[in-house]
């Protein structure tokens, strides 16, 4: 990607090759369950079938979405069916329970309003996992106008390459703001 200009500094993006995969390493309302053969994808691979699995975690008051992945040259997620038959289908499911709902959400009644909230922030969940398993994490530095890399200008771990990019901006705004400027002294 080519570097991006900004108050006279050059922001540039790299993919994070080190990018936590959220399934490991975020704490998250739902819980992905998904089956492939050669794939081990989201927080649990049961041994089980899916019915099976399924009758195990049965509850009143769950909430379930389906997980679609399609597998051509990469592999891509989502809650809702892709266009291709033959590359991809339903591999999983995305669920969380009541009690877990009311925990992170401080709530005690799950009305309409909640679910809608909770379904939002799952679909939420497997965009950010999406982005993991297609490389659109990044990670951007900063260099000053002669070319030198500014150390304090650097961060990684940023789910998509427009939110990299705006925190980069804000980053060198307020460094801008803040870095003491050389002044020129005359002399007398």
Avoid at 49 to 55: D, T
Avoid at 106 to 115: E, N
Avoid at 133 to 142: E, S
């Amino acid at each position: 990607m080519e570097p991006i200009e900004c108050k006279g500094y050059r922001i540039h993006l790299e993919q994070d090759e080190d990018a936590p995969n959220p399934c490991e390493d975020f704490d998250m309302l739902g819980t992905m369950v998904c089956w492939h053969r050669r794939y081990t994808l989201g927080h649990v691979q049961p041994k089980c079938g899916h019915y099976e699995y399924a009758e195990s975690i049965r509850c009143n008051g769950l909430v379930m979405l389906p997980l679609f992945l399609y597998d051509h040259s990469g592999i891509t997620m989502r809650t809702t069916p892709f266009d291709c038959p033959w590359d991809s289908g339903q591999v999983g499911f995305i669920y969380t329970t009541p009690e877990k709902i009311r925990e992170c959400l401080q709530v005690k009644r799950l009305t309409k309003k909640v679910l809608a909230k909770v379904d939002e922030i799952l679909v939420n969940e497997v965009k950010v996992y999406d982005q993991y398993l297609t490389g659109d994490v990044w990670y951007y530095w900063v260099e000053d106008a002669e070319g030198e890399r500014i150390d304090e200008l650097g961060c990684g771990g940023f789910y998509g390459s427009d939110y990299a990019l705006e925190e980069a901006r804000a980053a060198v705004d307020y460094y801008d703001a803040h870095e003491p400027k050389q002044l020129e002294f005359k002399q007398i």
